[in-house]
Each structure stands twice: as C-alpha cells, then as structure tokens.
C-alpha cells in the first residue's frame, strides 16, 4: 500500500463527515406535498379556538381562506420540489422553474431558513420525516412535505 494511501483515505471520511453537518443536509432531494397529512394539520388548525380577524377585513380575509385554500390544495397535489446544493427546482406535471437559494439562517438543526435569488425568505422545519414550511401566495398555507417516491 503506498504511504499515501492512510492519508487519502482519512481526507475522504473527513470530508465526507464534514457534508453531514451541513445545515440543511436533510433538506436535499425529491418532495411532493403530502396532501392528507396537510388536510389533517388544517382541521386540527381550524377546530382550535383562535381569535379571528373582525370586521368587514376579517370576514373577507376568512371567505379568501376558505375558497382559495381548496383550490391551491389541488395545485399543491402536482407539485414536486428538488432542493439541491444551490437549488430549489419547482415543477408541476413537468414544467417548472429552478431558483438559486442561500442558507440564510439555521436556527436548530431541524430548521432552515432560506433566502431565494428573488429576496424571498422561506423557513423550511423537520417535523419526523416531514418538512413543514408555508407556501407564500395570495393566501398563504402551511404545508406538510414528505419524500417523492
């Protein structure tokens, strides 16, 4: 064995050990939004006593929640989302955009805080196998994430 070989190999585990730690390890690769799952944190969600928006803004933010949320929960059905190293690749049925992302934040080990190439800073957290994040839109809607099979 050549004497470099020790030393080769201990700079592979090393650096293989070091892209462990990473933050944000856990967050690379394929997700769908796991539709049932969301369904059933949104139900809990809602049977919860929360204080609601009052007034004529209230009511109209609520009857937004309640037509939009169904209807971005059928989108939501055909999304598949890839988070690379530098990447986040959003598709739906095959179409799709890539986003370059930084790692803006990683307050513990199971959150991350993104900022995307546009500005926008999106939280990403590991609930057990999940990623729960909120999708920003005209209604926006914490979703659950669960592996693309």
């Known amino acids: 064995m050549p004497r470099s070989a020790p030393l080769t190999l201990l700079l592979v585990v090393v650096t293989l050990l070091a892209g462990c730690n ?7 690769g394929k997700w769908v939004v796991d539709l049932d799952y969301t369904r059933e944190q ?29 209807l971005v929960m059928r989108t939501l059905g055909k999304v598949q989302i890839t988070f690379t ?17 930084e790692i803006v934040e990683t307050p513990d080990r199971n959150t991350v805080i993104l900022k995307k190439a546009d500005g926008e800073v999106q939280t990403f957290e590991r609930v057990g196998e999940r990623i729960r994040t909120t999708m920003s839109g005209a209604v926006p809607l914490v979703v659950y994430l669960k592996r693309a099979e």
């Open 85 to 101: 190293e530098t990447e986040i690749v959003t598709t739906v049925e095959g179409n799709g955009k890539a986003t370059p992302y």
């Open 22 to 28: 990473s933050p944000g390890r856990w967050l690379r």
């Open 42 to 70: 949104l139900q809990q969600a809602e049977a919860r006593p929360v204080a609601k928006p009052e007034g004529l803004g209230g009511v109209l933010e609520n009857l937004a929640h309640d037509i939009a949320a169904p």
